[in-house]
């Protein structure tokens, strides 16, 4: 459809109608997408909704053996994202509709890294704006020899930059694997929100102290849960 806006007479303003609707956020896809195409669907119009959690999905398939036990696949994402199981039900259809196995999906959500590369000061980024009231993770201490944090980002149990944030949320996600006696090793990872690929750099580099870290009595306790070269989704590329 195309339509006019009219002043005295004259047309001032000539614009094209909208051929696709996209949701530029996993977690807004997460909880509103089919909302949206319905509203679309009620109203007799024909625009795609796309959604970028779909697209992620479609990203994990293409990459997925279609014969042989996949890796694993970490999904990094917000707490409503994984808590909407968004990304396990996305890669279920997809691997399912290409024919391929289901891979073991360990999803761990997010209260405050997408906040800290924002530089919000509520998450214990440093930024000009007055201090507000810290909302971040709180630290295992049974953890913090593997945790790995730098010590100029980090005040007391407070997170206080991009790399610790994702340290912990890194750390977190491998342990809880390592916990589920799941031997299966994680090969790829979802950068389940739109502002992790700013910090894809990090978070690489997390898995990769994680993978080599020494336990005390010598032992590697993740070196078998992690490949040694990870791939990465960014679902905003497909």
Known sequence: QRYQSKLEGEVVAVKAGVKAIVIACNTATAFGLEDIRAVI???????PVIGVVEAGARGVMELLPRESRPDAIAVLA??????????????????????????????????GL????????????????????????SPDPALMP????????????QLNS?????????????ERHRKSGDDTPIGMVVLGCTHYPMAQREIAAAFEALRVY?????????????????QFINPAEF
């Open 146 to 157: 593997v945790y790995q944090f730098d010590p100029a980002g980090i005040i007391g149990h």
């Open 162 to 174: 991009v790399a610790n944030h994702v340290r912990y949320e890194v750390t977190t996600l491998v």
């Open 78 to 111: 917000t707490v409503g994202t994984c808590g909407c199981e968004a990304y396990p039900k996305a890669i279920s259809q997809a691997t399912g509709l290409a024919g391929k196995p289901m891979p073991v999906i360990i999803q761990q959500g997010s209260v």
């Open 41 to 47: 669907a009620n109203w007799g119009l024909s625009i």
């Open 114 to 137: 997408a906040g800290a590369i924002q530089g919000g000061p509520a998450f214990g980024s440093t930024t000009p704006e007055p201090q507000a009231p810290y909302q971040g993770p």
């Open 214 to 230: 020494r336990a005390a009595d010598g032992s590697r306790p993740y070196e078998a849960l992690i490949r040694e070269k990870l």
